[in-house]
């Protein structure tokens, strides 16, 4: 069964631009997370999805950051414009909730360096 | 306030020797305890969760978690510790009244010498 499927896993940017990431969940996940790690800490949820709706989004900097998750599969979360304390890894992760003990499985993450 | 602490920063092991990295938590009622694995430039891997039931759970790569409700810690073991276990280790928990957040420790970064 293939993991969680991120892409690109680097990406240098000057501030101000403009940057995307793309996250591909285990198939048939109806749950999707979107995570910022810094250096030497646990990751922070910046967004959640149960399918295509977006139920929690409460930690998003809305000003700079979006996400979406058309079709309940794929999902795109993007920043604009970058700043320098943008710059961390970004972890997508899917979960299939069909009970409470869920686990969520990670994908490799996205280094993002905002120069 | 809700909280994971893991409060090694950094363990040491020699390898073939037991190791535990250590987890206490602060989350009313009875929580959903994980361990995680992170190897340096991927992603968390699940190693193991505690739902109910046994105190003593095991994982994968010969991982288990010991669960303390007195003493609200979930510490992680493995009897012979090899090199290939070195990497970062985290904690998280999630409130069976919360539905999802998870809450994370800081990570503490497991280092085995041969």
């Known amino acids: 069964e293939a993991g969680v499927v991120q892409s690109p896993r680097y990406k240098i940017i000057e501030k101000k631009q403009p940057v995307a990431f793309w996250c591909n969940p285990i198939s048939g996940h109806n749950t999707l997370y979107w995570y910022r790690q810094n250096l030497g800490q646990g990751p922070e949820l910046l967004i959640r999805y149960e399918n295509e709706e977006a139920v929690d989004d409460s930690q998003l900097p809305k000003d700079r950051f979006s996400a979406e998750r058309l079709k309940g599969v794929d999902s795109t979360l993007k920043i604009q414009p970058a700043e320098l304390g943008d710059s961390a890894v970004y972890l997508c992760?899917?979960?299939?909730?069909?009970?409470?003990?869920?686990?969520?499985?990670f994908g490799p993450g996205t280094r993002l360096t905002v120069t | 306030a809700q909280s994971v602490a893991q409060p090694e920063d950094q363990v040491n092991v020699a390898e073939g020797n037991p190791l535990t990295v250590k987890c206490t938590y602060s989350?009313?009622?009875?929580?959903?305890l994980f361990w995680y694995v992170q190897y340096p430039n991927r992603g968390l891997q699940f190693l193991l969760k505690y739902i109910t039931g046994d105190n003593l759970v095991k994982g994968s790569y010969g991982f288990e978690a010991e669960f303390n409700k007195s003493q609200t810690s979930f510490h992680l073991k493995k009897p012979s510790a090899l090199v290939s276990d070195s990497a970062l280790y985290f904690c998280?928990?999630?409130?069976?009244?919360?539905?999802?957040?998870?809450?994370w420790g800081a990570g503490t970064k497991l280092i085995i010498k041969p």
């Open positions: 992760a899917s979960s299939l909730v069909t009970s409470d003990a869920y686990e969520q499985y």
């Open positions: 998280a928990v999630r409130d069976r009244n919360s539905n999802y957040q998870l809450i």
């Open positions: 989350v009313s009622g009875n929580p959903y």
